[in-house]
């Protein structure tokens, strides 16, 4: 049972350019959740998406950032026009369990680390 | 406020040492705690999760104390393995049900 696959491991990108970064949850998994870990900093919460359904995006900036999980294949966290403050780690994680449980434990992919030139 | 706060670190001890990491949290409707482990900024492994009862793990001892909103991890006997950023972990609940509240991490090196 693969884990929670993230891609790519490393992106580089201008300022200006769009990035896109892929998740594919674990196996029977239908909950994803996108964090992201600036420099120095903890994880800090973005959006939670279920199959075809943006849950809760709290967290996610008001402009240039979107993301998805549609019925077939996998999650995108799309950034649009990046600037050098998008530079970060994002990471995915995945649960079988809707986020009302109580014992949610989350499975994190490796992450894909995000530089802007 | 932070809804997750954390001593600020780094700890550095030397193997064998026991060490102490503390944490807070503001929303005392959270039901859920967790301890993680994040190596070298790679992926948060999930160490242990903590009850109130407090629980043990071979060398990790967790416990919670909801009157106070404080966790706390305690290692005793420690690796050079241990090295790592711990993670403390609170299930906040809101409106639209849980999500996963990072403390900033707490930074420990031990030492030969």
């Known amino acids: 049972n693969a884990g929670v696959m993230q891609n790519p491991r490393h992106l580089v990108r201008r300022r200006g350019q769009e990035a896109r970064l892929r998740c594919s949850p674990m196996?029977?998994?239908?909950?994803v959740y996108w964090y992201r870990q600036l420099p120095e900093e903890g994880l800090k919460f973005m959006v939670y998406?279920?199959?075809?359904?943006?849950?809760?995006e709290s967290g996610m900036p008001k402009e240039r950032f979107s993301a998805e999980f549609p019925k077939e294949g996998p999650s995108i966290l799309r950034i649009q026009q990046v600037v050098r403050g998008d530079s970060a780690a994002y990471f995915c994680?995945?649960?079988?369990?809707?986020?009302?449980?109580?014992?949610?434990?989350?499975?994190f992919g490796s992450g894909t680390q995000l530089s802007v030139l | 406020r932070k809804e997750v706060e954390q001593d600020p670190g780094p700890f550095n001890v030397p193997e064998g040492a026991t060490v102490a990491f503390n944490c807070t949290y503001s929303?005392?409707?959270?039901?859920?705690f967790f301890w993680y482990r994040q190596d070298c900024r790679k992926e948060p492994k999930l160490l242990m999760s903590?009850?109130?009862s407090g629980n043990e793990d071979g060398r990790f001892t967790a416990q919670l104390n909801r009157a106070s909103q404080y966790i706390s991890l305690l290692i005793r006997d420690s690796k050079l393995s241990d090295s790592a950023t711990y993670l403390c972990v609170v299930n906040s609940f809101g409106n639209q049900g849980g999500k996963l509240i990072f403390g900033q991490g707490t930074e420990l090196s031990v030492k030969p």
């Open positions: 994680a995945s649960s079988p369990f809707a986020r009302s449980t109580t014992n949610e434990k989350l499975f």
């Open positions: 929303n005392s409707a959270s039901q859920s």
């Open positions: 196996k029977g998994h239908s909950h």
């Open positions: 998406l279920q199959k075809e359904n943006i849950i809760d």
């Open positions: 903590v009850y109130s």
